[in-house]
């Protein structure tokens, strides 16, 4: 064989491996940005859903604020499932998934993403009507808060 046909196929080889490496590296790094993004929508959606509830508490008890009115609807996470918002000590109608009643009890959690329980937040003097309350994951959200006092807000479904 010849010093200039080894050398070529050497260099074909090297190529190769460096373009298959940077594909690898590549793919992963893809990969692991969807992740991160997945993971930002819900810690976004949290942020905003506490700073709602936290928000009404610095109004007069009787104030209402429609989200999905004059206030921007706010985006749920794209999953499966659903998010439910519920209050443990009081009647509970029926439930997306069996988990939840016990996650809840267990956490003291009371925000909960049905299909991604670890996900879940508790949310301070939060009452939903109807008990639970729940929402599809992927959509925006119309609901209404009004503050009773105390640090009593009552979520429910837009009107």
Do not use: H, W
């Not at 940077?22 to 993004?37: A, C, K, M, R, S």
């Not at 939840?100 to 009371?110: L, P």
């Amino acid at each position: 064989m010849k010093k200039g046909a080894i050398e070529l196929s050497f260099g074909l080889i090297f190529t190769v491996i460096v373009i298959g490496v940077i594909l690898i590296v590549g793919t992963f790094g893809i990969l692991n940005l969807v992740d991160t993004l997945k993971e930002s929508e819900y810690v976004t959606f949290k942020s905003e859903f506490k700073n709602a509830v936290e928000e009404i508490k610095t109004f007069d008890p009787g104030t209402r604020f429609v989200y999905g009115g004059r206030r921007e609807a706010l985006t749920l996470p794209e999953g499966e499932g659903e998010f439910c918002v519920l209050k443990l000590g009081s009647l509970l109608g029926e439930l997306p998934n069996d988990k939840i009643e016990a996650y809840s009890e267990d956490t003291g959690n009371n925000a909960i993403f049905s299909e991604n329980l670890d996900k879940s937040f508790s949310v301070e003097g939060l009452t939903p009507e109807p008990n639970p309350l729940c929402f599809t994951m992927g959509r925006r959200i119309s609901f209404t808060l009004e503050y009773l006092g105390d640090g009593e807000v009552k979520i429910s479904q837009d009107e």
